[in-house]
């Protein structure tokens, strides 16, 4: 590369800025592959995706972890932020200003042909402003939803129980949000319109930044983007930020440890075979990975082992008065069957609307195979009670 070529480009973001938003994009990315599937446990893609991840326990897993990952991204940003804007007393050149709005506006017009010329802009466009800070109001929502449904107990203890379910669908809602948000703003903005590599090289030309940030080129033409500071001034600020971000750091590790280890989840804390009624839910949820539930030696009647395996596979959904239509928590209930007639024949396990329904799968509750061979043999046997 020729002189006057280097010379010609600019940095744009250093190499801590680039390796924090590919940790920040590896999360959020691994976020939305495991979280989504939570959403939508019915769909096909969804099933497939928490097969080939090895399970709902384990999709839910990864997902933690890489909330976690995030959490220490946000922690670093924090930091990073309060050292530029209090030891280096650089522009706070994120924050939206009049001028954002009028340029969004003049943006406006001109895409419609209203207005001769785009807007120029400085170090942040007003698209760039807007995305950053939805990522902030998108941490803030996720961040506590996040809690409360990864500590239900704790949460119930402080809020109305109501709130959970509340956290879960403004969870799944804003994750909907975000990644649309992603794919379509920022695609569009990053990749479509013109392909910026900055996020990766690290810098841009002089002609791109004459396209998308004049006003920066002529500030760092002018030198104005790199105030001379007094290496004495510099060390005093540091000496007086570093122990507070240290303190700060500490408080915020601690509030990751207590989000992370404050209790199990209650998935985790439920023992299995602790009969106790459960919460049915109204948005559908991904049922734990099919085991036996029962031990093979209980004796093959709905009150050895067939109830207790009805309750624990299917009992969320088809509990006393389910909403299914079909109640699957007693004998009398489970054998008058749901609302399009009997599911169980008593004799006749290959034509039980119930078993052809579980030998099809992608129900969201589904017996193990070996659970499904328990099953027959109990309906070939009469069904019995006892
Ligand atoms: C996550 C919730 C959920 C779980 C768990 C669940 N189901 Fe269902 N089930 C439903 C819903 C919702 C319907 C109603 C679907 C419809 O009307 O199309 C249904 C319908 C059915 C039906 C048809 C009822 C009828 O009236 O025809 C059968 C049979 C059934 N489920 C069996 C089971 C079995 C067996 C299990 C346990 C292995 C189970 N389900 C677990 C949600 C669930």
Redesign the pocket.
Known sequence: MSQTQASSRYLRFTLAQRIEHLVMMLSFATLALTGLPQKFPLSEISQSIVKILGGIESVRQIHHVAAIVMMFGVIYHILAVGYKLFVLRLRPTMVPTLKDIKDAWQAFLYNLGLAKTYPQMGRYTFEEKMEYWAFVWGAIIMGQTGFMMWNPITTARLLPGEFIPAAKAAHGGEALLAVLAIIIWHMYGVHVRRFNKAMWTGYLSEEEMLHEHPLELADRKAGLDKPQLDPLVLRRRRAIYFPIAAFLAVLMLGGVYFFVFAEETALAAASPVETVPVYA?RT??P?PTPTLAVSPEAPLTWNGAIGVL?QQ??G???GAGSF???S?DTYANAMA????GV?ILPGKSAES??IL??EKGG?????SSQELEMLRAWIDAGAPEK
């Open positions: 839910p559908p949820t049922s009805f596979k299917c969320l959904c088809h299914t239509g079909l699957l069957g749901g609302k399009n599911v609307p119930l329904q579980q129900h969201p509750g589904q017996f």
